[in-house]
């Protein structure tokens, strides 16, 4: 099994810039949500996607926004980069969104700076 | 508004002794709450959690203790191994099941 894996590991884009972020969640799972970690703090809720669609949201503005797949994986994006962007993002799935946070499984993140 | 809070960023413990991680939270309405470790270029993993109808959890070596009055929890690893060595988070849920209000995190070194 291979857990929680997020693709790319590392990334480096300048300011006004789009990037995307993709994430495939362990075998099983249904359900992925999406963290943003900066540096020196934990990490704060983007989004949650479930049956392709997103379930709930954290305060974080319209540039970020995301999709899940028919197979369950999901994408995350962020337009118009802005140097605070650059953080930590990290992938947890579980199966169903109800289901218990101790069965939430993370993934080990992509470093994103953005210059 | 930073809901939990871990006020000590980093803690260093001798091999066998105790570690005692704390944590703090303000939302009276929290109803379980949880610690991670994370290890660098790794995800956090889940470690141990506590609902608030408890005031202790036992696992191992790790034990987790809840203080609703004071709105304070703590972590306890007894005996503390190199292998600890990691960041922990305590976090606690927010809304839905799977959206979680996280601490700051405080990196403990376990000195062999």
């Known amino acids: 099994d291979a857990g929680v894996t997020q693709s790319p590991t590392h990334l480096i884009k300048t300011r006004g810039q789009q990037v995307t972020l993709r994430c495939s969640p362990k075998?099983?799972?249904?359900?992925v949500s999406w963290y943003q970690q900066a540096l020196g703090q934990g990490p704060q809720f983007i989004f949650q996607?479930?049956?392709?669609?997103?379930?709930q949201r954290g305060n974080f503005p319209d540039r970020f926004s995301g999709h899940q797949f028919p197979n369950y994986s999901s994408e995350l994006n962020v337009n118009a980069l802005l140097l605070g962007d650059s953080a930590l993002y990290l992938c947890?799935?579980?199966?169903?969104?109800?289901?218990?946070?101790?069965?939430?499984?993370f993934g080990p993140g992509t470093r994103l700076l953005v210059l | 508004d930073q809901q939990v809070k871990q006020n000590s960023p980093s803690l260093s413990v001798q091999e066998g002794r105790i570690s005692i991680l704390n944590c703090d939270y303000t939302?009276?309405?929290?109803?379980?709450f949880l610690w991670y470790k994370k290890y660098p270029a790794e995800g956090p993993t889940f470690l141990i959690s506590?609902?608030?109808?408890?005031d202790k959890n036992e696992d191992g070596r790790f034990t987790v203790f809840l203080n609703k009055s004071a709105k304070h929890l703590s972590l306890h690893i007894v005996p503390s191994q190199p292998g600890d060595s990691a960041v922990y988070f305590c976090?606690?849920?927010?809304?839905?099941?799977?959206?979680?209000?996280f601490g700051t995190g405080t990196r403990l070194t376990v000195i062999p």
């Open positions: 939302n009276s309405m929290f109803d379980y």
């Open positions: 075998s099983g799972h249904d359900t």
């Open positions: 976090a606690a849920p927010q809304g839905g099941a799977n959206n979680l209000f």
């Open positions: 506590i609902s608030s109808i408890k």
């Open positions: 947890a799935s579980s199966f169903l969104p109800g289901q218990g946070l101790r069965t939430q499984y």
């Open positions: 996607y479930y049956e392709e669609e997103e379930r």
